[in-house]
């Protein structure tokens, strides 16, 4: 079962480096406007704020991954960053676009309840 929810937890890490790609290196280009839905004059004009996002959401990768390679001692990394994922889904399935919660939140809680299934 650790296995599994180190795999999981893996998994989530790499999508938040895709969405660190997407944020950071190709938001204004034809594979960021279309996993965004918008314009090229508003990944413009939005830029910046989408690199800064990225960012972020490449730390939650880091703590992930982090986590991970903590072994047993990295149990409250990965608790700590999956719910910080999960919130961040939450709040951004509510906020623009409902989608998130399966992209982001899901895997999130999938992943953490993995997780805290081997604690037992």
């Known amino acids: 079962m650790q296995m599994l929810?180190?795999?999981?937890?893996?998994l989530v890490?790499?999508?938040?480096?895709w969405f660190l790609v997407l944020e950071m290196f190709l938001?204004?280009?034809?594979?960021?406007?279309r996993a965004f839905g918008q314009s090229?004059?508003?990944a413009?004009?939005?830029?910046?704020?989408a690199a800064n996002q990225g960012l972020y959401n490449g730390f939650l990768a880091a703590g992930l991954i982090w986590g991970t390679v903590q072994g047993a001692a990295g149990l409250g990394f990965k608790l700590f960053f999956l719910a910080c994922v999960i919130i961040a889904g939450?709040?951004?399935?509510?906020s623009a676009s409902r989608k998130i919660l399966w992209?982001?939140?899901?895997?999130a809680a999938i992943a953490l309840l993995a997780v805290?299934?081997?604690r037992s």
């Open 44 to 49: 413009a004009a939005t830029k910046v704020l």
């Open 13 to 17: 890490a790499l999508l938040h480096v």
């Open 5 to 10: 929810a180190d795999v999981l937890v893996v």
């Open 90 to 94: 939450l709040y951004g399935a509510f």
């Open 27 to 33: 938001w204004d280009k034809p594979a960021g406007l």
């Open 116 to 118: 805290l299934a081997t």
């Open 103 to 107: 992209i982001q939140a899901l895997p």
């Open 40 to 42: 090229a004059e508003r």
